[in-house]
């Protein structure tokens, strides 16, 4: 299966999986290798570019949230881009659960490594019982309730 654009729909379903798990490896280094050189991200009102500044946003973001779980979802896709919807699970220093609900534009290079990454997303605080990714639970087992996702692929 080709890791590099342009995607069909299974090749993009694949890509976003993969991403998936590698961000739940919570290993700065190990992600920011899927991303270029000079790759530029927006991540929420954050504006930064390469992989050293990935890597100290990365270290920063899970040095503050505990017990991240993320689940990443195909949302569309063309040619060398795709849009992922997704959400994480974690808690703050003082023990509150959060839920991120969000949506990711991706591009990409041809060698199939990521060039431009912009998010959007909302925190919500959440209460424990609320929680879809506890422990070891397989995060892609969660049945996601409707209305809280697009489902649109």
């Keep these: 299966m ?7 729909e ?4 694949k890509k976003v999986k993969v991403a998936q798990d590698l961000w739940n490896t919570k290993d700065p280094m190990k992600v920011a290798k899927a991303y270029t050189k000079d790759s530029i991200w927006r991540n929420r009102d954050q504006f930064f570019q390469g992989t050293k500044a990935i890597e100290q946003f990365l270290t920063n973001k899970w040095s503050k949230e505990g017990g ?3 689940r990443k979802e195909l949302f569309t896709f063309a040619c060398n881009r795709i849009a992922v919807q997704f959400w994480y699970e974690f808690h703050d220093g003082s023990g509150q659960w959060w839920r991120c609900y969000g949506l990711e534009h991706w591009t990409f290079a041809e060698d199939g490594r990521m ?3 912009m ?3 909302n925190d919500v605080k959440i209460v424990e019982e609320e929680r879809w990714f506890e422990g ?4 892609n087992s969660v049945t996601i309730p409707e209305g809280h996702w697009s489902g649109i692929m």
């Design 2 to 8: 080709s890791a590099v654009p342009p995607f069909t």
């Design 10 to 13: 299974e090749t993009a379903r």
């Design 68 to 70: 991240y779980r993320l």
């Design 115 to 117: 060039k431009n990454r």
């Design 119 to 121: 998010m959007s997303g």
């Design 136 to 139: 070891g639970v397989d995060v």
